[in-house]
Every structure is written in C-alpha cells, then in structure tokens.
C-alpha cells in the first residue's frame, strides 16, 4: 500500500466499524513485524538485540538439493568441554533468587521457607560445580533442592536433572509433550532423568511460602513451560517472567507455518499472562538473550537503595513484543513465499 494512503485506509476502517489495529496487523508485511521488534530490541539496561539477528533474520532462498552423505556406523564420540568454557561464578539476585547457571544456560534457584525450587539444569557434567558447588558458595545446599523445573525437553536445560533426582531426591517437573521429547532424543538413555512430576497450563507449585504459576507455551517445543517466579527485594516484591525458550521449533511441529504460528499465540498468550500479572523482572533462559551476566555484575556494584537492573515491567513486555514479532515476520515471508 501507497504510504500517502494509509491515514485514509484507517478512517475507512474506524468508520466502517473494523478494528484498525487488527486490520493493520493482519496485513502487515514481514518488514513492519521486524521494524516492531527492533522498536522493542533496546532500552539503556534491557538489550534483546541478540534476538533480533536469531529470529528476525529474513530466511535465506532454498538451495538446490544435494546428495546425502554416505551413511557411517561408527558411534559419536560425546566430549565435554574444559570447565573453563562453561563456568560461571554463582550470585545472589533477589532476597530469593539465584543465579547457578553456565556462561550461556540459565539455572535458577528459588529459595523458600522448606527449600529450593530449581529452573532448568544445564547439561549433566556442570550440574555438581554449578548447582552443587555453586550453593555452598552462596551459603545454601543442594540438599535443600525440592523441585526442578524444566522448561523444555533440550539437553541442554535437563541433563543435569538426574544427578539431583539420583543425589538429593529432587523431584523433576516437565511437560507431558516434552517428557515425550526427552524419551525420544538422541542422547544416551543413562543420562535422562527418570520421568516424574507432569506440569500443567497454569499449575501453582507451592514450596513453603512461595508459589510460582507454571503455563505451557508450546513454541520452542511442543510442550515449553514459561514460568511467573514471586521475587522479594528488601522490603519490595516483584514477579519474574521466564519464556521457556526462544528459539523457533520448526523439527518439533509438521511444518514450518504451524510452528510459527504456535509460537505467535503463545507469545500473545503469555504477554497478555505477565500484564496482567503486573510481571516486572525478565528472566532469561540463555544469557545472550539479554547480556544477563552485564546486568549480575550491575548487581554487584548497586547501592542498597539504587535501581534493581533486573526490575523493569518494561523489559518483559518488550521481549515478548520482540519474540512474537519475529515470527510474524517469519511467517509473512513464509505465506508470501513463491512457490
């Protein structure tokens, strides 16, 4: 459309009874969903630019089909990377929250009044440094682990979960879709945690005196938990946002417009979950998704009555505005795709 006639398109619209913005969404091209999400990308202190070169990125034409590869029987070689790749030094956030996780896999631990809830786990062989080792240093113990959340079915996120079911007793919680996605992987059955707890859209789990709420957002996988966290900072409460997972699933659905399409909706739903929620503190699954370790370190250096650099209701609505922008975007290009 002629850029001069939009104004008139919209008060054809207003004045015919059609909801403009609607409208406009539904016809808008794949550029304005991109521009949409860099509008979000950025704000001094809150940076979801990473996301924007992973999802945005406008898919490359398909390229002429080529001969497989000769099939090998030999068996993959599993190594695990010097320590010095991965670690990263655990910190205390909140009154009540951790962080325990890798240089790029988020793991975080809730404290309560009868133990610790975990979020995700990394892979198996950082579980006892990080999570183990981690906790002591932070003048807590794993022992005190009741429950893990997984949030999605990816090795990354649960191969650490069977050294706490198999040391401390920890109870495992995914969903029913990923738990299905984890029997079915490629990686060594010895590894997987024993299937347990089954979370459900909008679960509560209650540990002493904290509840956090559980909503299954299929858009990463088929079965990605997104999680609201009760957050206590002196005499201050805030609520935690975690997306489950940022990455486009396309091998996980039956095509690539379902999954873009699953993602959307549960992009929507959950923005539509924290505002309501008055959710304020953005959690990430990875730390490249919003330099989490730039802010921890701001954590460090903040005065006890300065800004918290992890409190801003701003920063959650303008990461899901990020996300399922680009996958409008990636699905404008995909139904305008020649065929």
Same mark, same amino acid.
């Given at each position: 459309?002629?850029?001069?006639? !939009? ?6 619209? %207003? ?7 609607? *409208? ?13 999400? +860099? *509008? ?46 991965? $670690?990263? !030094?655990?910190?205390?956030?909140? #009154? ?6 890798? $240089? ?20 198996? $062989? ?18 005190? @682990? ?14 650490? !979960? ?7 007793? &920890? ?13 079915? #992987? ?42 609201? @966290? ?26 690539? !417009?379902? *999954? ?21 503190? $953005? ?10 370790? #730039? ?5 460090? %250096? +903040? ?10 209701? #701003?920063?959650? +609505? ?13 699905? &404008? ?7």
């Amino acid at each position: 459309m002629n850029g001069r006639l !939009a104004p008139i398109f919209c008060i054809v619209l %207003f004045l015919s009874g059609v909801d403009t913005s609607q *409208a406009l969404g539904q016809s808008a091209s794949a550029e304005a969903h991109v521009e949409a999400a +860099r *509008a979000a990308a950025y704000a001094p202190g809150q940076d979801f630019t990473w996301i924007i070169g992973e999802l945005c990125a406008e898919p490359a034409p398909p390229r002429p089909a080529t001969a497989a590869p000769p099939a090998t029987t030999a068996p993959t070689v599993r190594t695990i990377p010097p320590r010095a790749d991965w $670690y990263q !030094a655990p910190a205390k956030l909140f #009154d009540n929250l951790y962080y325990v996780g890798s $240089y790029l896999q988020s793991i975080w631990a809730v404290t309560t009044s009868e133990g610790i809830i975990l979020h995700d786990t990394a892979f198996d $062989y950082m579980a006892e440094s990080l999570i183990t080792e981690g906790l002591t240093e932070l003048g807590l113990n794993a022992a005190d @682990i009741k429950y893990v959340i997984v949030s999605h079915g990816h090795g990354d996120h649960y191969l650490g !979960a069977k050294y706490l079911q198999d040391t401390y007793g &920890a109870r495992i919680i995914m969903s029913e879709a990923d738990w299905r996605l984890m029997a079915g #992987d490629d990686n060594p059955p010895e590894l997987k945690p024993r299937k347990d707890l089954i979370a459900t859209d909008g679960m509560e789990l209650t540990l002493g005196d904290t509840t956090l709420t559980l909503y299954i957002t299929p858009a990463h996988t088929p079965g990605t938990i997104s999680t609201l @966290i009760p957050l206590k900072d002196g005499h201050r409460w805030h609520l935690g946002s975690l997306w489950g997972g940022n990455g486009f699933g396309y091998r996980h659905f039956s095509g690539r !417009a379902e *999954a873009l399409s699953t993602y959307s909706a549960s992009a929507k739903r959950f923005q539509d979950i924290t505002a309501r929620a008055r959710a304020d503190v $953005y959690l990430s699954s990875h730390t490249n998704h919003d330099r989490t370790l #730039d802010k921890i370190n701001v954590v460090k %250096f +903040r005065t006890p009555d300065g800004p918290h650099p992890f409190v801003s209701s #701003d920063a959650v +609505r303008r990461h899901l505005t990020v996300v399922g922008e680009c996958a409008d975007a990636q699905l &404008a290009w995909l139904t305008n795709a020649p065929d």
